[in-house]
């Protein structure tokens, strides 16, 4: 099963998506996850991507293709992919379409999580990773227990993106409605769309996602 999760920032993908691999077993291709390990890596390329991302601006098709190309063909698959973050405008789209029809793979579905604005922005200012296993928390919602340590790994390290601030957000938000909103219609004229309500309790939205994936 090869499923996209496509909504705004902070719409719940990330969170679903951890579930949906833990309990199908399937591989999930983030590629904001990629691209800030590329960030990291203190490479040209990494610092050109880190201030991109910074802003709340798209990183190139052309990087962002490649790194999908680069572990659709690694991974191999398993029981299938979950896409998070990706694509993010029609030129990608396109490009996943030929790479998993190069594979012989097919798109079952794609899930959009629909959240308000003002709900967004609560969510991503409050949000914190840790560190070590990328488990996601939320200041009001998910707060980091009171021990300090993770819930997942028990790591005592947690961080907070660069682009989690209110700036950012605003233009994270533009350009997820200028550039990946139209994927809503392209998708929905491939017949592969399921809209959702991202509003809710986690495992609210999660039983959403699963009554689509059986819909
Ligand atoms: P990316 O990392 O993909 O970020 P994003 O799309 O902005 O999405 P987020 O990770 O912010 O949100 P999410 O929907 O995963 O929510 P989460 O589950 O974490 O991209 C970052 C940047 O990389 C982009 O801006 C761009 O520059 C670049 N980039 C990435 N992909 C690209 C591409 N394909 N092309 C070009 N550029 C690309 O949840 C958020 C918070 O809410 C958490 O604190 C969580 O605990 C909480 N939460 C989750 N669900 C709920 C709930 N139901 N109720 C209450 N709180 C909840």
Known sequence: MNIILLGPPGAGKGTQARTLVEERGLVQLSTGDMLRAAK????EM??????????????TDEIVIGLIEERLTAD????????????????????LG????????????????RVNDDALVARVTGRATCATCGE????????????????????????????????????????????????????YAHGKLRSIDGLGAIDEVKARVDGALSA
Request: glycine share 12%; net charge negative.
């Open 98 to 113: 030929e790479l998993l029809e190069k594979q012989g793979q097919t798109l079952q579905a794609v899930i959009e999580m």
């Open 46 to 59: 990494g610092n050109r991507v880190a201030e991109v991302m910074a802003r709340g601006d798209l990183v």
């Open 40 to 43: 990291s890596s203190g490479t």
């Open 76 to 95: 191999g698959g398993g029981n299938g992919f979950i896409f998070d973050g990706f694509p993010r405008t029609l030129a990608q789209a396109d490009a």
């Open 136 to 187: 996601v928390y939320h200041d009001q919602t998910r707060p980091i227990p009171e021990d300090g340590k993770c819930v997942k790994c028990g790591g005592t390290e947690f961080t907070r993106r660069a682009d989690d601030n209110e700036d950012a957000m605003r233009n994270r938000l533009l350009t997820y409605y200028r550039e990946t909103s139209p994927l809503i219609g392209y998708y």
